[in-house]
């Protein structure tokens, strides 16, 4: 600790006392008989300069994704969406949940028969779609994603893998 400040009274005794030099250093300790430092001799720098710069690394490919939004087409998209998933006021249901319930009924009679419907028209509509798109086309394609959900049953991955039928 530092000293107390001069004319400073009523210190405890560790802040009066004077600061404990520190030790002094341990003596080097003595070479053997015959034994001598060599002598000194000149030091020789070499500076090596490499005026090659390494080659950059190449960047990382920058892959263009615009296509797949100008595909999405978002708005076109939403709007298609909304007015197939809507049910109609009269009938209850939607373009979609109609397309559910045709696929739900193919597959009571054969399940595979159901899964080959539903993908062969999520398939065209996609392919239609992509090769000409139309006010109709995206419609179609959301019906038939969303729609073909009716083929799918919560069993079928444990049948696929295991064989194992309810």
């Given amino acids: ?5 001069p004319g400073a009274a009523n210190l405890p005794p560790w802040r009066t006392a004077a ?3 520190p030790p002094p250093p341990a003596p ?14 000149p030091v020789e720098v070499r500076v090596v300069v490499d005026f090659d710069a390494p080659e950059p690394e190449p960047e990382a490919e920058q892959r263009d994704f615009g296509w797949l939004w100008k595909w999405l087409r978002p708005w076109r998209t939403a709007i298609a969406t909304a007015v197939v998933v809507i049910p109609f006021p009269a009938y209850g249901h939607s373009f979609t949940s109609a397309w559910a319930a045709t696929l739900h009924n193919a597959r009571a009679e054969s399940l595979s028969a159901a899964y080959l419907v539903a993908l062969a028209a999520a398939g065209g509509a996609f392919l239609v779609d992509l090769r000409r798109p139309a006010w109709w086309t995206r419609p179609a394609l959301v019906i038939a994603v969303i ?3 009716g083929a799918l049953g919560w069993y079928d991955p444990v049948t696929l893998v295991t064989g194992v039928r309810p």
Avoid: H, K, R, Y
């Fill in 1 to 5: 600790m530092p000293l107390a400040p």
């Fill in 19 to 21: 600061p404990v030099p």
């Fill in 28 to 41: 080097p300790p003595v070479p053997p008989m015959g034994w001598a430092p060599p002598p000194a001799a």
């Fill in 147 to 149: 729609g073909g959900t």
